[in-house]
């Protein structure tokens, strides 16, 4: 099992930066890849960006050049960085981690105002 708990949420103007923070407990060792989605209301969750084990990062194309996602190993936390964001990024967002399963935290709420 891997506990997720996401903090950094709120709400922001247009053109503002935030920052999402996820710890993560329990079976680490076990985690090959983290990385956050996103879900607006009335559309489907989406992938926004994902951090593997080794480094390697991957981006939705909306969110390339004003996201970067990071990970602290000793820390067991993964962030997301958020500058020039818009108000389509208005969202629930959600950390991931995948192991053997998938393993999703409770979600913090973004909203960017126009």
């Known amino acids: 099992q891997v506990q997720l708990v996401e903090s950094g949420g709120g709400l922001v103007q247009a053109g503002g930066s935030l920052r999402l923070s996820c710890v993560a407990s329990?079976?680490?060792?076990?985690?090959?890849?983290m990385g956050w989605y996103r879900q607006a209301p009335g559309k489907q969750r989406e992938l926004v960006a994902i951090?593997?084990?080794?480094?390697?990062?991957n981006y939705a194309d909306s969110v390339k050049a004003r996201f970067t996602i990071s990970r602290d190993n000793a820390l067991n936390t993964v962030y997301l960085q958020m500058n020039s964001l818009k108000p389509e990024d208005t969202a629930v967002y959600y950390c991931?981690?995948?192991?053997?399963?998938?393993?999703w935290g409770q979600g913090t709420q973004v909203t960017v105002s126009s």
């Open positions: 991931y981690a995948d192991t053997a399963s998938s393993y």
């Open positions: 951090i593997t084990s080794g480094g390697s990062t």
């Open positions: 329990g079976r680490i060792f076990s985690i090959n890849a």
